[in-house]
């Protein structure tokens, strides 16, 4: 099934800047000052619309966590933090030894 990348979508945000590498998606939550926040490159998901497509699913996982726990989403945060895995490299890249990661 074909997903419209240009549809406006609350909490997902598309990121296409001309002076970074970076090319893709962004889910934010925030409730209760707590914040939630995930990037999906291009890159390491093979295009635009497979990024999107993660990114939608996150949001959605976070989303039903929330509504189980609405009193407690710093521990909901925490949960899906480390549930869904964080890659700040593109797949199959690795930084060059002696560098430091991204933060």
Same mark, same amino acid.
């Given at each position: 099934?074909?997903?419209?990348?240009?549809?406006?979508?609350?909490?997902?945000?598309? #990121? !296409?800047?001309? +002076?970074?590498?970076? %090319?893709?998606?962004?889910?934010?939550?925030?409730? @209760?000052?707590?914040? #939630? !926040?995930?990037? +999906?490159?291009?890159? %390491?998901?093979?295009?635009?619309?497979?990024?999107? @497509?993660?990114?939608?699913?996150?949001?959605?996982?976070?989303?039903?966590?929330?509504?189980?726990?609405?009193?407690?989403?710093?521990?909901?945060?925490?949960?899906?933090?480390?549930?869904?895995?964080?890659?700040?490299?593109?797949?199959?890249?690795?930084?060059?030894?002696?560098?430091?990661?991204?933060?």
């Amino acid at each position: 099934m074909q997903i419209d990348i240009y549809k406006p979508r609350k909490n997902i945000t598309r #990121f !296409t800047y001309e +002076f970074t590498s970076f %090319q893709g998606w962004r889910v934010t939550l925030c409730r @209760r000052q707590e914040h #939630f !926040t995930r990037y +999906f490159s291009d890159k %390491q998901y093979g295009s635009a619309e497979a990024a999107l @497509r993660a990114a939608i699913e996150v949001l959605e996982h976070v989303k039903y966590r929330l509504s189980a726990s609405p009193d407690d989403p710093a521990r909901v945060f925490e949960e899906c933090r480390d549930l869904i895995p964080r890659s700040d490299y593109p797949a199959g890249v690795r930084p060059r030894k002696g560098t430091r990661p991204l933060t």
